[in-house]
């Protein structure tokens, strides 16, 4: 008996998660081209050069110097262009012997990217603010120290770390300087935090169009200030057309290059900028509603909330078929993505004032 054919899982009831639906336009683009492998430029012409305009377009959102020429690929997604940071960074620093410095609040793809790499994580502790402690960095780093990472929009509490200070804390040692704002990169712009490449000597930047840039998963984008940061990642491949290879998946759909292209053509700027006004306004609005009704809610600073919800309403809302996490500290964590609606916060509010009756 031939089963039915299973259906995507619906976004009504997803609250935690940082991707979203993506744009009609994006869900198009990415089933045309789910077949070109711009893993090979030279063989598959047409989806290296739309990469090309993928990597101008988060060049332009992250303010980098030259957008035409900045280097960078469309990754799978934050964790691939975390490694590749941290690797480009050990690779020019000299390979062997060598340390990362990031907050507490860094993704866990840095834990991976340090065991895959043979390097030395060195996590240092957050502020009360949720941010990076500028002094405890500073007493991590030393001349073995390949790399600083500051987090902008952190996946837990959608903090955004000094990147400044953090930058100039890294030059003192002369360590390379990463920002991971995978999942905020597409919201800051349109607000007034220093993060991006014209706000401090940042080297490497983590921006994913498949998060709040509405494109399809998976789409991820790792940007650098100069050619060598790529350089420093190319292998040979004798056996292409390409003759070298600065990506770490090899093969690699097109989907992901032209949904993001996509995207980002149909909503930069207008459509990004009110889909993250939308979002903060969302955020505050649910934040406000939590503390009246006598939760502990940590300050939105960008449309991600924190609360401390009693275990049993957690599991409770959970049963009901809401899809929220936890923070480390066990605190429900709300992520205001583009599909969340008002409407949608507010029935969540009416099944956690039932519960709360119950």
């Known amino acids: 008996m031939r089963q039915p054919e299973p259906e995507p899982q619906s976004f009504d009831r997803v609250l935690s998660s940082m991707c979203t639906e993506p744009h009609p336009d994006a869900r198009a683009a990415a089933e045309r081209f789910l077949a070109a492998n711009p893993g090979d430029p030279a063989t598959y012409e047409t989806v290296a ?82 941010r990076a402690d500028l002094e405890a960095v500073a007493a991590a780093v030393d001349e073995a120290t390949a790399l600083v990472v500051g987090v902008a929009g952190s996946t837990e509490y959608g903090r955004v770390d000094p990147i400044p200070e953090l930058a100039a804390t890294a030059g003192e040692v002369g360590a390379r300087v990463h920002v991971d704002a995978a999942w905020g990169g597409f919201v800051l712009p349109f607000t007034e935090h220093d993060w991006s490449f014209a706000d401090a000597p940042v080297d490497t930047l983590t921006i994913d169009p498949h998060k709040f840039g509405q494109a399809p998963v998976p789409a991820g984008g790792l940007l ?91 599991a409770a809302l959970r049963d009901a078929g809401w899809k929220v996490s936890r923070t480390g500290t066990g605190e429900l964590r709300v992520v205001c993505m583009p599909h969340v609606t008002r409407a949608t916060l507010r029935a969540f509010l009416d099944d956690l004032d039932g519960i709360r009756r119950r």
């Open 49 to 130: 050069s739309l990469e090309t305009r993928a990597v101008e377009r988060l060049a332009t959102l992250a303010d980098h110097p030259t957008p035409p020429d900045a280097a960078g690929y469309v990754t799978s997604g934050g964790t691939e262009a975390n490694v590749q940071a941290v690797r480009s960074a050990r690779n020019r620093h000299g390979g062997c012997d060598v340390n990362v410095v990031a907050p507490a609040s860094a993704h866990f793809s840095f834990t991976k990217a340090a065991e895959l790499l043979d390097v030395e994580l060195r996590t240092v502790p957050v502020g009360d603010d949720y």
């Open 224 to 314: 650098a200030r100069e050619d060598a940061a790529l350089d420093a990642l190319a292998v040979d491949t004798p056996y292409l057309e390409s003759r070298s290879q600065a990506t770490l998946t090899g093969t690699r759909s097109g989907a992901g290059v032209a949904g993001a292209v996509a995207a980002m053509d149909a909503l930069w700027p207008e459509g990004y900028r009110e889909a993250a006004e939308r979002a903060a306004d969302n955020a505050d609005w649910l934040a406000a509603e939590l503390a009246d009704r006598g939760y502990e809610v940590v300050d939105p600073e960008l449309p991600l909330i924190a609360a401390a919800v009693p275990e049993s309403e957690f």
